[in-house]
Every structure is written in C-alpha cells, then in structure tokens.
C-alpha cells in the first residue's frame, strides 16, 4: 500500500460522539498539532458489538484515517481499544505501513492508576463490551499485580449522554445503581476508572453519588499526558504530525446531528463532513 509519507494531521477514532472528550483533554495539551476526528456514528454504538465487528469497523476507519494523511491514530473508544487495538496493531499496520502507530485509551489510563490507588482495590465503570473483553485488568495486572480491580458494565450511561439527559432527575437512579454496585462488589475500592468517553459527562452526578473516599478517574488528561511522553520518546513520528493547531471532523452519519451533538461534548461549534466507511 502507497501512503502519503508527507506529515499529516492526528487522527482521533471513536464509534461517536464519545471521542470528543479525549480529543478536547489532548489540545488542551497539546494545542499546537493539527486533528483529523472521525466518528463511525452511524454504526454507533460499538459497546454492545462483538469482537469480530469491532474490529472490522476499526479497522476500516483507522485505514482510512492513514489514506487521508495521519500517521497518527489514537483510538480515542474504549471498547475499539479493547476489542480491536491488538489486532490491528499485530495484524494490520505491518501490512498497511510499519511506520505507522494506532495506540489506544486503555493502556495509558492502567498506567497511571498505580500511583492513584492506596488501598490497591479499584472499580473500572464501562461499557459491556469493555468488561466484558477484561482488558483493564489484563493491562492493569501486567503493570500492577498487586492491584484488585472490579468491572461494573454501566450500559444506560452512554444513552443517557447522547439524548441529553445526563442532567436530568432520572439519571440519577442509573448513576447511583452502577457506583453502588461497584462498591457493592469490593468495598475496598478507593479509585474508580471512567473507561468510557462518555462518562465524564456525567460527572456531577458520579461526584454526587461517590461515597467519601473514593476518587474518580476521569481518562482525558492521562491520555493527553501519555500520547505527549510518546511524541517526545518518537521524534520521527512527532516530525510527520502537522502542526497548524486545526481540528476538522469527519462522521459516517448525518453531518448537521454530529455539529448538534458535539456541542454537547465541545462547547463550541465544528464544521463537520460526512464519509462513508467499507
Ligand atoms: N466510545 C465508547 C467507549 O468509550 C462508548 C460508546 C459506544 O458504545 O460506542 O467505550
């Protein structure tokens, strides 16, 4: 395959909306790189979708992130990253182009999470398919065995998001149901990961709801932190990302609905186009 060895912007994937957190915490720091952000809204959402789905999906929307310029692609989905990151990484970047580098939200976030912890029990709140693919403990057992975590799948948390009703009354019942359980399942927990990109959209609830003690992890700025280590560890890849500090957006969807809804995530408007994904 013939890519563009000319540098090119940051690609930012996610199934939807969701990626809009972690691309807002990475040009909070790091301002000066252009963004190339695609939402697959129109399949959206993956959390409930198997393996072999994720994956293709993923996989079709990180080739054409590298076809229209990115050397770069941060899977910016919790669930991608867990069900489609390794797969790509092993199977499908040394055909495509073993110059290019797909890193995902779940590594950087086990990363950190040694320091955070004291009672070294933690919860990770997800979507099911994030659980239920286990690969925060996987990740978090390699880095830190000592450490106890505890999965609660949260599936209304995303819906209550995109149809804006993460400030209203009844959200509260769905926050408080999975947080309870979380700590229901280990009572030790000190630290809770929000490993989705939706959930810190709901964090007046979560604080609202969190028993005294327990800190939560939003992932934004530790992935922020993580790709800025990267970049200084990869001067090579550092030089192919463009820096004009522009972010453009891209969905598989309806492109006026994702201008609506970034909002929501961005607070400012986008100017969006729509592709479609094979
Ligand atoms: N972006 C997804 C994640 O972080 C949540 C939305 C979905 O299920 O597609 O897991």
Redesign the pocket.
């Known amino acids: 395959m013939k890519l563009s060895q000319v540098p090119g912007p940051i690609g930012v994937f996610?199934?939807?909306y969701?990626?809009l957190t972690i691309l807002h915490g990475i040009r909070q720091l790091l301002p000066e790189y252009d963004y190339l952000y695609l939402g697959d809204n129109a399949r959206?959402?993956?959390?409930?979708r198997s393996f072999e789905v994720v994956y293709e999906f993923t996989r079709q929307a990180v080739l054409r992130l590298f076809e229209m310029g990115c050397h770069l692609v941060i899977l910016?989905?919790?669930?991608?990253s867990a069900k489609a990151l390794r797969t790509i990484q092993q199977v499908d970047l040394p055909k495509w182009d073993p110059d290019r580098r797909v890193l995902g939200v779940i590594r950087p976030t086990a990363e950190v999470i040694g320091e955070l912890t004291k009672s070294r029990h933690i919860g990770v709140l997800?979507?099911e398919?994030?659980i239920k693919s286990e690969s925060y403990n996987l990740e978090i057992q390699k880095l830190h065995p000592d450490i106890q975590v505890s999965g609660v799948p949260c599936p209304f948390w995303?819906p209550l998001v995109e149809y804006n009703e993460a400030d209203s009354p009844g959200a509260d019942y769905f926050v408080k149901k999975c947080i309870d359980q979380a700590m229901h399942q280990d009572p030790l927990i000190d630290t809770l990961i929000l490993?989705?990109?939706?959930y810190p959209l709901l964090m007046p609830k979560i604080l609202k709801y969190l028993p005294a003690g327990v800190r939560v992890v939003p992932q934004g700025e530790y992935v922020a932190e993580s790709l800025k280590a990267y970049l200084q560890r990869h001067p090579q890849m550092e030089q192919h990302c463009s820096k004009g500090g522009t972010a453009h957006y891209l969905t598989t969807e309806n492109p006026e609905k994702f201008k609506d809804q970034a909002l929501i995530f961005l607070h400012e408007p986008v100017e969006v186009d729509k592709i479609t994904l094979v």
């Open positions: 996610d199934s939807g969701g990626g959206a959402p993956y959390g409930p910016g989905c919790n669930t991608a997800a979507t398919g994030t995303v490993g989705c990109t939706h």
